[in-house]
């Protein structure tokens, strides 16, 4: 009994030790963003001589994938804003004409457009590579991405649709990095952008092989972040959650937006103001705000209340179309 007591103050310094390193860790895990922006912010001041517009830092053109519609073409149209030269790429040519059309006319930069199909796999990289050959890419935002047309369970996905997102959300991101680092390197800076989501933070029933490759695109991001430290070239890992693109169209209550459903303009403008100041971030405050929320709860209750949120949003959708079929 005496030994009991003897231990009390071993056990209880113990678990304050366990306490304050655990407290520790997660306030830098959740706060590293916000501090490596504030640290940018305030640089000018402190080393006036660093570049500080992202022309200077990184050069004069930046590649975006998935460039015509949503994310991407807004990332596109905040990037030509801040004088960059931009490279489109997706699958519509008409599209493709249609927004270098609009960049050009709002903003003095000069545009290229690539049409490629990123589910056709291997074979695209070829055409791709011979299109940016002679460009001096500083930016790459890998921002293409792929959904189910729906929540669904695996089963009921369509194969074709499930090697689509494969060949889209992890060979785009994969290959396109492979394939720019080399240039990057001969110019001794550089930035690759991976548009990962929300998704990732725990496994995501209903969205299953969405979510997994959300997952790999930030493994695979901070894991090359420190490949590639050494010769200048930095990579952010954006991790938006629901933004109003047609992404989303399965759900009238996702489309509606709110505050923490912003539109695709206001998601841009936010997270190009983080590229260059954080290495990995949500991009938007209030996507902030739910990340850090979401993370205060083990895994497992995420994984639930994730997969129980997809489950409400295919019920939405599958009653959205007993409605349409009825009138
Ligand atoms: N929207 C959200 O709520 C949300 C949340 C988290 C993460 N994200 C991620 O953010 C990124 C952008 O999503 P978004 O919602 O902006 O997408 P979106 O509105 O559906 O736009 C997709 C873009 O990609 C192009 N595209 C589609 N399939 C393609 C293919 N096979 N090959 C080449 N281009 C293709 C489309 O143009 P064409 O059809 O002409 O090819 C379009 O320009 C994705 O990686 C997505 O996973 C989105």
Redesign the pocket.
């Known amino acids: 009994m005496l030994f009991v007591f003897d231990m009390l103050p071993l056990l209880s310094g113990f678990i304050y030790f366990v306490g304050i390193w655990a407290l520790a860790v997660f306030i830098y895990d959740n706060f590293i963003s916000v501090i490596s922006i504030i640290k940018s912010l305030l640089q000018p001041y402190f080393q006036p001589q660093l570049p500080t517009t992202l022309v200077d830092k990184y050069g004069k053109w930046a590649v975006i994938?998935?460039?015509?519609?949503?994310?991407?073409?807004e990332y596109a149209k905040e990037l030509a804003k801040q004088g960059l030269n931009v490279v489109l790429?997706?699958?519509?040519k008409a599209?493709l004409v249609e927004v270098c059309n609009e960049i050009e006319s709002e903003y003095k930069v000069k545009t290229k457009w690539i049409a490629?199909?990123?589910?056709k796999g291997r074979e695209v990289y070829g055409h791709i590579e011979n299109e940016l050959a002679g460009i001096p890419v500083g930016i790459l935002v890998n921002?293409?991405?792929?959904?189910y047309d729906f929540p669904d369970a695996l089963e009921n996905v369509p194969e074709d649709v499930l090697w689509?997102i494969i060949n889209?959300?992890i060979g785009s991101v994969t290959m396109m990095t492979h394939m720019i680092i080399h240039n990057m390197k001969k110019q001794g800076k550089g930035i690759i952008v991976n548009?990962?989501?929300?998704?990732e933070l725990q496994p995501l029933p209903y969205m299953a092989v969405y979510g997994a490759t959300?997952r790999f695109v930030r493994t695979f991001s901070l894991a090359i972040e420190q490949e590639l430290a050494e010769h200048n070239i930095e990579v952010q890992c954006v991790t938006?959650?629901?933004?109003v693109?047609?992404?989303?169209q399965y759900s009238e209550t996702?489309m509606q937006g709110s505050l923490m459903v912003p539109s695709?303009a206001a998601y841009a403008r936010s997270t190009v103001f983080t590229l260059g100041k954080s290495k990995e971030t949500t991009g938007y405050w209030s996507h902030g705000l739910q990340y850090f929320i979401m993370k205060l709860s083990p895994e497992r209750v995420r994984t639930r209340i994730g997969g129980q949120m997809c489950k409400k949003l295919r019920q939405e959708y599958l009653d959205t179309q007993l409605k349409e079929k009825a009138m």
């Open positions: 994938t998935g460039a015509t519609d949503g994310i991407g073409k790429i997706s699958r519509t599209k490629a199909d990123f589910s921002n293409v991405g792929k959904m689509d889209i959300n548009i990962s989501s929300g998704s959300k938006p959650l629901f933004v693109t047609k992404m989303n996702v695709a």
